[in-house]
C-alpha cells in the first residue's frame, strides 16, 4: 500500500533523512520506532506532502505521491494524524470533527460522526466542547477521530502516546489494535517499543535518519541492541 524507496528529506540545506527505505501492505499495521531527533516526523511530513523530499521516491497504492499536494494526498486516502494532536482550539469538537471530512467522505459525514462517537463516548459528550479547553488525553481522542472522519485507507499516527498517562496510553494502544481489527491499514511513529510491537506486525528502527533495523515485531522485540538502547537491558 505505501512504499518509500531511497527517500532523503529534511530543511533546507539540512538534510534529515538519508535515503529511507519502507514498504506497508495493506491491512498491515506498521512500528517506526526512534529517539527524538531520529527523522519520525520529518518522515511523516514527507510521506503527507508537508514538505518536498530532495530524492526518493513514494508510491501510495501504486501510485507515485512524491511531492503531491496535500489535499490530493488526503483525497487519495492517506491520513496523518500529527505530533501533538493539532486540534484547532478554538473551534468545537463537532467542528473539529466535520473538518476532518472536509477533503474526503463529505458525503458520509454523519454516519462517519456516528461511528467516531460510538467509538469515543467522551467526545459525544463534549461535542459543543472547544477543543483549546480538553486534556491532553481527550484532544487525542478528537485527533484520531478527525482523522477517521476521512475514511482512511492507511492512517498515520505520529507519537500518539506522547504526554499521556500509562493508563491512557494503554488504552490508546487497545484502540489502535481495535481500528487494525477491522481491517485499517496502520503506520504507528513513536518511541514506546514494547506497545508499539506488541500490536505491529513488522517494524522499523530510524536512526539518525537512517533505517538501521527491520524485521517481524517478535524478532525486534528479541533484538538485544534495540533491547539495550531503547529497554535499557
Known amino acids: 500500500m505505501l512504499e518509500i524507496t531511497g527517500l532523503h528529506a529534511g530543511y533546507g540545506a539540512f538534510q534529515v533523512l538519508q535515503g529511507v527505505d519502507l514498504s506497508i501492505g495493506e491491512g498491515q499495521i506498521v512500528a517506526v520506532l526512534g529517539a527524538n531527533g531520529a527523522g519520525k516526523t520529518t518522515l511523516n511530513r514527507a510521506v503527507s506532502g508537508l514538505i518536498r523530499p530532495s530524492a526518493g521516491r ?80 481527550e484532544q487525542q481522542m478528537l485527533a484520531i477521530g478527525r482523522g477517521l472522519m476521512a475514511e482512511p485507507r492507511l492512517l498515520i499516527l505520529d507519537e500518539p502516546s506522547l504526554g499521556l498517562s500509562p493508563l491512557l496510553t494503554e488504552q490508546l494502544f487497545a484502540l489502535i489494535a481495535r481500528l487494525h481489527g477491522a481491517g485499517l491499514s496502520i503506520l504507528v511513529v513513536e518511541q514506546n517499543v514494547v506497545q508499539t510491537l506488541s500490536i505491529a506486525s513488522h517494524g522499523f528502527v530510524l536512526e539518525n535518519g537512517r533505517i538501521v533495523l527491520s524485521g517481524e515485531s517478535d524478532s525486534l522485540l528479541n533484538n538485544q541492541e534495540l533491547r539495550s538502547a531503547y529497554l535499557g537491558v
Open 58 to 137: 513514494i508510491r501510495f497504492d501504486g501510485t507515485d505521491i512524491t511531492g503531491a499536494d496535500p489535499a490530493h494526498i488526503v483525497e487519495a486516502g492517506l491520513i496523518h494524524v500529527p505530533e501533538g494532536r493539532l486540534v484547532f482550539p478554538d473551534l468545537t469538537v463537532a467542528e473539529n470533527l466535520r473538518l476532518g471530512a472536509y477533503r474526503r467522505a463529505r458525503q458520509r459525514m454523519r454516519a462517519n460522526l456516528d461511528m467516531v462517537l460510538a467509538l469515543f463516548p467522551r467526545l459525544a459528550e463534549r461535542l459543543s466542547q472547544r477543543a483549546g479547553l480538553m486534556s491532553g488525553g
